[in-house]
């Protein structure tokens, strides 16, 4: 989205501290909503903000880690994070009328309730999935299934669509006992 390029500036200047940068090209448009990682495998929604040709940027450049990177349709929504979220143990949070979910082939998938469709967007640090208070569906639903589940008041950004992975930029860090700390 155009409006938004500046930030990048500021988050180049902030990861460049912890992580070599690259960059994509024109034509190529890449939202951060739409790349999901899920251990070794990188989906990426093509939706209103990210093209094929970005799609094809990141997949080459992540494929030389390692990483095998899909392509995601996504409809009726704004970004992939708003339709599916890596929850941990091969399972992702979904609704399946936002995106093509047989590209999550491999990965056992837990709907969301139908009176929450936005609550597919989940944030896992660690053991904890952290969602928005105001799905208590899909809370008692993830709780039943074991998942530790923290909730945070998110009200004023969802009515832009927004969701706990749109607040947040998690990067785990070495720390200089060895350890891995999230910053």
């Known amino acids: ?9 500021s988050l180049v200047d902030t990861l460049s501290c ?15 909503g739409d790349v999901l990682s899920a251990g070794r495998f990188v989906f990426v929604g093509l939706s209103q903000r990210t093209n094929r040709e970005g799609f094809c940027q990141l997949s ?4 030389t880690y390692g990483y095998q990177v899909q392509p995601v349709e996504v409809r009726s929504c704004l970004h992939l994070k708003s339709a599916c979220s890596y929850i941990g143990n091969d399972i992702m949070l979904v609704n399946r009328s936002w995106i093509d979910a047989e590209q999550l082939r491999g990965f056992e998938l837990i709907d969301v309730p139908n009176e929450e469709p936005t ?6 640090i660690k053991d904890v999935v952290i969602i928005p208070v105001s799905f208590p569906q899909t809370r008692a639903l993830l709780e039943q299934r074991g998942f530790r ?7 004023e950004l969802q009515k832009a669509e927004a969701g706990v992975t ?11 006992d060895g350890d ?4």
Do not use: Q
């Open 60 to 63: 080459n450049l992540l494929r």
């Open 119 to 124: 609550a597919a967007n989940a944030l896992l």
């Open 180 to 183: 891995c700390s999230l910053i």
């Open 166 to 176: 749109c607040t947040s930029l998690i990067l785990n860090h070495e720390g200089p």
């Open 18 to 32: 912890y992580r070599p940068i690259k960059f994509l090209v024109e034509p190529a448009t890449l939202d951060g």
């Open 149 to 155: 589940v923290r909730t945070i008041d998110l009200s």
């Open 1 to 9: 989205m155009p409006s938004r390029r500046p930030e990048a500036r």
